[in-house]
């Protein structure tokens, strides 16, 4: 079964800096998809970017873009020039049929 | 406006005692799925509907049952609900069941179970 894990808990950033939250997944496939999902304090899920496995290209979006290393099944998500908006929990979650989430990180944004 | 409804916002009830969580999107997603989210462990799947009629179990599945009668709900029964499946639940849609499209996401139900 695929697995998703993210290893950090929790992250803090000051505005304005830059942040790196990572996500590893295990996978047999070699074609899936893989998203960055935010959850602010009013617990929606929001999604903030997506990756297709067969490209090879990093997705971007504004602040937002990750690092997808396929080979070594790596996903993680930078945010620049964070604002006090991004403070939320971040969840990384893989697709193919079904899909799963990590266990998350909390995302502080300090002023 | 595209969205995903569920109802009740928030639940607190009794051990044993059935509950419906209803679920309704007016996008006509063919696929719909319904998530618990628990500190700690993220968001788990319990159950997905590929289409009407069709549905399969989730990582957890246990004391939960759903249907699929039409396109646009989909509900989440708890016949006999223990306090082990107290947690905040989401439902969520999307065009198909696969690929890349994006999981609409309902606003959560918070089901406390005493």
């Known amino acids: 079964a695929q697995t998703v894990t993210q290893s950090q808990p929790e992250m803090s950033v000051q505005e304005a800096e830059t942040v790196t939250l990572s996500c590893t997944y295990d996978t047999s496939e070699s074609d899936y998809y893989l998203f960055w999902y935010k959850q602010p304090p009013s617990r929606q899920m929001i999604l903030v970017i997506r990756q297709e496995a067969y490209k090879q290209q990093n997705a971007t979006e504004n602040r937002f873009s990750v690092n997808f290393q396929k080979a070594a099944k790596?996903?993680?998500?930078?945010?620049?020039?964070s604002q006090l908006g991004d403070a939320a929990m971040y969840f990384c979650a893989y697709r193919r049929a079904d899909m799963r989430f990590g266990a998350g990180t909390r995302l502080t944004v300090k002023p | 406006e595209a969205q995903v409804t569920?109802?009740?916002?928030?639940?607190?009830?009794?051990?044993?005692?059935?509950?419906?969580?209803?679920c309704s999107q007016n996008m006509n997603h063919e696929y719909m799925s319904w998530y618990r989210q628990d500190p700690g462990l993220g968001l788990r799947q319990i159950y997905y509907?590929?289409?009407?009629?069709?549905?399969?179990?989730?990582?957890?599945?246990?004391?939960?049952?759903?249907s699929r009668k039409e396109k646009?709900?989909?509900?989440?029964?708890?016949?006999s609900p223990s306090p082990?499946?107290?947690?905040?639940?989401?439902?969520?849609?999307?065009?198909?069941?696969?690929?890349?499209?994006?999981?609409?996401?309902?606003?959560?139900?918070?089901?406390?179970?005493?």
């Open chain 2, 84 to 114: 082990n499946q107290t947690s905040l639940y989401f439902c969520a849609s999307s065009i198909p069941g696969t690929g890349g499209y994006e999981q609409y996401f309902g606003p959560g139900t918070r089901l406390t179970v005493t």
């Open chain 2, 6 to 22: 569920q109802n009740p916002r928030y639940l607190i009830t009794v051990t044993g005692k059935k509950l419906t969580v209803t």
């Open chain 2, 72 to 79: 646009r709900n989909f509900p989440l029964i708890l016949e």
């Open chain 2, 49 to 66: 509907s590929m289409n009407v009629e069709v549905t399969d179990k989730g990582d957890v599945p246990e004391g939960y049952k759903v």
């Open chain 1, 74 to 81: 790596s996903f993680s998500l930078k945010i620049s020039d």
